[in-house]
């Protein structure tokens, strides 16, 4: 655990021999280096006791309980990205519904629901686009009624992340047609598993299904699932979309990303001769080596201003926008570099976090354009750094 009077030198020591014990001997034991889940959960409630994972979470609600400041925790991540030992369970919840809960909950609400998302035993989906609004998130329809103490739901979200897998969404509603658009709308935390939802998975063009169109119909939420008050909605969602930007332009996940790609580079050739010699890809290794420490570097500073209490302005935005961007160059290296290869492999397992699969790359090239839409499009980034950063008018 971080304690103030300590270096980081220390502390780095630290978890590298955490880890030394807890991870690698898992890697070691499980067959061809892939730890399974249930030890992977085992890993990270030692991490989690320990203070390295969820530390701004209470120990009341299952994590650290003391929160370490910006460049404690970013020893954390490199030292857990070195080995590719886990930090999160699976999916949005542990990076955006438990912030916002924590930020946003009751007592009782952290209570019955942190504990289980921290575990990853409860699954949440996203339920804030719809058909006719997503960039113009404002202009959404789905409302809900409050009658006899409980809400009532009615209308339809789309592109709802592994709703078809999820226990609970969170859900952006109308609350109030009379009052001004941001004004009328609340967050809701909704139960997938009743009459009043159906959810349809949307298949893609790689053939898998991720997406949900969800319809409510009279679908029901108790009172205490309501998150903040009635016509918070917007901040609370504001809020929440700041996450998804940072889970999204997670720095960790770019590093080991740019690792894997020279390792690629390294083992394939162009033309009979090493691709690491080729002058272009060099080149292009070069552009995008400079990129990733950017964000990096720009994640720090975040991080940085949040616990001095700063607002860091537009910095998220141009990370996600940068982040995103860099991830297509990454990927269309390694299509360069793959080539045919590439063609003729099957979509692979997307779930390869550590990107060791080669026959991943090609949902790793079409996930990199879908992430530029996720959270905000880039041109939506693009206008709020303009207006709000640089103050250009709208
Ligand atoms: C991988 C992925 C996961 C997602 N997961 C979820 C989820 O779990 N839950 C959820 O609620 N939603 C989810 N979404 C939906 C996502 O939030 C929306 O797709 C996104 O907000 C864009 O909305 P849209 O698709 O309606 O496009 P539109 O808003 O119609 O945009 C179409 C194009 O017009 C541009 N555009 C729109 N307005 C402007 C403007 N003012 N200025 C300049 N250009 C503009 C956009 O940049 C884009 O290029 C997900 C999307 C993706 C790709």
Same mark, same amino acid.
């Given at each position: 655990?971080?304690?103030?009077?300590?270096?980081?030198?220390?502390?780095?020591?630290?978890?590298?021999?955490?880890?030394?014990?807890?991870?690698?001997?898992?890697?070691?034991?499980?067959?061809?280096?892939?730890?399974?889940? +249930?030890?992977?959960?085992? !890993?990270?409630?030692? /991490?989690?006791?320990?203070? %390295? #994972?969820?530390?701004? $979470?209470?120990? *009341?609600?299952?994590?650290?309980?003391?929160?370490?400041?910006?460049?404690?925790?970013?020893?954390?991540?490199?030292?857990?990205?070195?080995?590719?030992?886990?930090?999160?369970?699976?999916?949005?919840?542990?990076?955006?519904?438990? +912030?916002?809960?924590?930020? !946003?909950?009751?007592? /009782?609400?952290?209570?019955? %629901? #942190?504990?289980?998302? $921290?575990?990853? *035993?409860?699954?949440?989906?996203?339920?804030?686009?719809?058909?006719?609004?997503?960039?113009?998130?404002?202009?959404?329809?789905?409302?809900?009624?409050?009658?006899?103490?409980?809400?009532?739901?009615?209308?339809?979200?789309?592109?709802?992340?592994?709703?078809?897998?999820?226990?609970?969404?969170?859900?952006?509603?109308?609350?109030?047609?009379?009052?001004?658009?941001?004004?009328?709308?609340?967050?809701?935390?909704?139960?997938?598993?009743?009459?009043?939802?159906?959810?349809?998975?949307?298949?893609?063009?790689?053939?898998?299904?991720?997406?949900?169109?969800?319809?409510?119909?009279?679908?029901?939420?108790?009172?205490?699932?309501?998150?903040?008050?009635?016509?918070?909605?917007?901040?609370?969602?504001?809020?929440?979309?700041?996450?998804?930007?940072?889970?999204?332009?997670?720095?960790?996940?770019?590093?080991?990303?740019?690792?894997?790609?020279?390792?690629?580079?390294?083992?394939?050739?162009?033309?009979?001769?090493?691709?690491?010699?080729?002058?272009?890809?060099?080149?292009?290794?070069?552009?995008?080596?400079?990129?990733?420490?950017?964000?990096?570097?720009?994640?720090?500073?975040?991080?940085?201003?949040?616990?001095?209490?700063?607002?860091?302005?537009?910095?998220?935005?141009?990370?996600?926008?940068?982040?995103?961007?860099?991830?297509?160059?990454?990927?269309?290296?390694?299509?360069?570099?793959?080539?045919?290869?590439?063609?003729?492999?099957?979509?692979?397992?997307?779930?390869?976090?550590?990107?060791?699969?080669?026959?991943?790359?090609?949902?790793?090239?079409?996930?990199?354009?879908?992430?530029?839409?996720?959270?905000?499009?880039?041109?939506?980034?693009?206008?709020?750094?303009?207006?709000?950063?640089?103050?250009?008018?709208?």
């Amino acid at each position: 655990m971080w304690q103030d009077n300590r270096t980081l030198e220390d502390f780095r020591a630290e978890v590298d021999a955490f880890l030394d014990r807890e991870w690698k001997p898992l890697v070691q034991g499980a067959s061809g280096g892939h730890v399974g889940e +249930p030890e992977k959960k085992a !890993f990270r409630r030692k /991490a989690i006791d320990a203070g %390295y #994972l969820f530390d701004f $979470i209470s120990r *009341d609600y299952g994590g650290g309980g003391a929160e370490m400041p910006a460049q404690a925790a970013a020893v954390v991540r490199d030292a857990f990205a070195a080995v590719g030992a886990p930090l999160m369970p699976a999916g949005i919840a542990p990076w955006i519904v438990v +912030p916002v809960l924590n930020d !946003f909950g009751t007592e /009782a609400q952290k209570r019955k %629901y #942190l504990p289980a998302t $921290i575990e990853g *035993d409860m699954i949440w989906s996203q339920g804030f686009s719809e058909p006719g609004a997503g960039s113009d998130l404002v202009s959404l329809r789905t409302g809900a009624e409050f009658r006899d103490g409980k809400w009532i739901v009615n209308g339809q979200k789309v592109w709802s992340t592994f709703a078809h897998l999820a226990h609970r969404m969170i859900l952006l509603a109308r609350t109030d047609p009379q009052a001004k658009a941001h004004a009328g709308l609340s967050f809701f935390l909704i139960d997938l598993h009743q009459p009043g939802v159906t959810v349809r998975p949307l298949t893609q063009m790689n053939g898998r299904q991720e997406f949900c169109e969800v319809f409510f119909e009279n679908a029901v939420v108790e009172a205490d699932d309501l998150l903040g008050k009635p016509g918070q909605g917007w901040e609370i969602a504001g809020a929440t979309l700041g996450y998804e930007r940072r889970f999204i332009a997670n720095p960790m996940r770019t590093s080991m990303m740019f690792g894997r790609v020279l390792d690629i580079v390294r083992e394939s050739s162009i033309d009979g001769q090493p691709a690491i010699k080729d002058p272009r890809i060099r080149d292009r290794l070069a552009q995008v080596k400079g990129k990733v420490e950017a964000i990096t570097r720009s994640a720090l500073r975040e991080a940085e201003f949040s616990a001095a209490g700063k607002d860091a302005g537009t910095f998220v935005h141009m990370r996600k926008l940068l982040q995103t961007t860099v991830e297509q160059e990454m990927t269309l290296i390694v299509r360069d570099v793959l080539g045919n290869r590439l063609l003729t492999m099957p979509p692979g397992d997307e779930d390869d976090t550590r990107w060791t699969n080669e026959e991943c790359w090609n949902n790793f090239f079409m996930r990199s354009l879908a992430i530029a839409i996720a959270g905000g499009t880039s041109n939506i980034q693009r206008n709020i750094i303009a207006n709000r950063g640089y103050g250009l008018p709208r």
